[in-house]
């Protein structure tokens, strides 16, 4: 069974410095990432995906992140944040290969970005 | 403009007493899912459905119901809430190509307390 571990729960940062958010994903068949970010009081919207491809992969609002799959990894990194990209940042899994498009979303991480 | 609606955006009710939370989307996808959302444990898949008339169960299926009888609609059922199912809930859409996951567009969320 796929699973996600977002290694931070919060993180605080000043504007303008660099920010990585970590994520690990377990499964035993190859995968799907995504990032999603859930700003105060709305929805999810989506940062970026891995699909296939290259392993680097960028976002909007210029977020990146890098697929791993030797350390079964796709932090997220930015290098350099506004207030506004204080949000809930969660990474999400999905396998190859199922019948369905079941999502496994991490716990999610708050970055909370300060003047 | 693509979206996803969902009614209502709050609700406050009384054990035991049925409700149905609505989820329509105007892009034509395929597949739709319903997530809770609880402090510290991230997102949740409920339910999700393929497409019409194809539902299966998710993470936490336990007290809910779905059915999914038109492409663009995909309600929540509670036939018996408890207080446990107090939480914060999001329906979500995306299209479905060649059992490649895409993009999810959520809705706006569904703040629900049980009383």
């Known amino acids: 069974a796929q699973s996600v571990t977002q290694l931070d729960s919060q993180v605080p940062v000043f504007e303008e410095a660099p920010v990585e958010l970590r994520c690990n994903y377990s499964s035993s068949v190859s995968v799907y990432l995504f990032w999603y970010v859930q700003y105060p009081n709305q929805g999810l919207q989506l940062l970026l995906k891995y699909l296939s491809g290259s392993t680097l992969v960028k976002g909007i609002n210029g977020f990146e992140a890098e697929f791993n799959k030797s350390q079964t990894s796709f932090h997220l990194r930015k290098p350099s944040v506004h207030i506004s990209d204080t949000a809930e940042y969660f990474c999400?899994?999905?396998?190859?290969?199922?019948?369905?498009?079941?999502?496994?979303f991490g716990k999610g991480t708050l970055l909370t970005v300060n003047p | 403009e693509a979206q996803v609606t969902q009614n209502p955006r709050y609700l406050i009710t009384v054990t035991g007493k049925k409700l149905t939370v609505t989820c329509s989307q105007n892009m034509n996808h395929e597949y739709m899912s319903w997530y809770r959302q609880d402090p510290g444990l991230g997102l949740r898949q409920i339910y999700y459905?393929?497409?019409?008339?194809?539902?299966d169960k998710g993470d936490v299926p336990e007290g809910y119901k779905v059915s999914r009888k038109e492409k663009r609609n995909f309600p929540l059922i509670l036939e018996s809430p408890s207080p446990n199912q107090t939480s914060l809930y999001f329906c979500?859409?995306?299209?479905?190509?060649?059992?490649?996951?895409?993009?999810?567009?959520f809705g706006p969320g569904t703040r629900l307390t049980v009383l």
């Open positions: 999400a899994v999905s396998e190859h290969g199922g019948s369905n498009y079941k999502l496994t």
């Open positions: 459905s393929m497409n019409v008339e194809v539902t």
């Open positions: 979500a859409s995306s299209s479905g190509l060649a059992g490649v996951p895409d993009t999810q567009y």
